[in-house]
C-alpha cells in the first residue's frame, strides 16, 4: 500500500511554526552552536560519502586480469587506481607510458597501442 503524505495548509504551518517558537523547550541553535553540533552528527545508513574527486566510468577489462586485482580482497578498485595513480606519476605523460608499453619495459608487448 502507498503511503499518502499529508501536508499541512500555509495556516497550520503558521501555527506548528508559532506554538514551536513559543515553546520553552524549543530552543534555536545559533550558528555557532551548529558548528559545534555539526562534526559530531552521526550519518545513517546508506553508501558513504566519497572524496568528491572521483568519477564513475565503465571499462572493460580481461577476465585473467579483473580476477588478478579481485582477489586482493576488499578495496581492490581503489587498490588498481593506486597502480594506475603510480604510473601516471612515474611516466608524467601518456606519451611516456605509451613508449614503455612498446619497448616492454612496463607491461607485455602483447598489446598493440591505437595512435
Not at 499541512?8 to 508559532?18: G, L, N, W
Not at 513559543?22 to 553540533?37: A, G, M, R, Y
Amino acid at each position: 500500500m502507498k503511503k499518502k503524505l499529508i501536508r499541512h495548509s500555509a495556516a497550520e504551518d503558521t501555527a506548528i511554526t508559532k506554538a514551536a517558537m513559543e515553546d520553552p523547550d524549543s530552543i534555536l541553535f545559533t550558528d555557532e552552536e551548529w558548528k559545534k553540533v555539526k562534526p559530531t552528527l552521526v550519518r545513517g545508513r546508506g553508501r558513504p560519502l566519497g572524496s568528491g574527486t572521483k568519477e564513475q566510468v565503465t571499462l572493460r577489462i580481461d577476465k585473467d586480469v579483473l580476477d588478478f586485482y579481485k582477489s586482493k580482497g576488499e578495496g581492490w578498485q581503489t587498490f588498481i587506481n593506486q597502480v594506475l595513480g603510480e604510473i601516471k606519476k612515474e611516466a608524467k605523460s601518456i606519451s611516456a607510458v605509451e613508449k614503455k608499453i612498446i619497448k616492454g619495459n612496463l607491461i607485455s608487448n602483447k598489446l598493440k597501442i591505437a595512435a
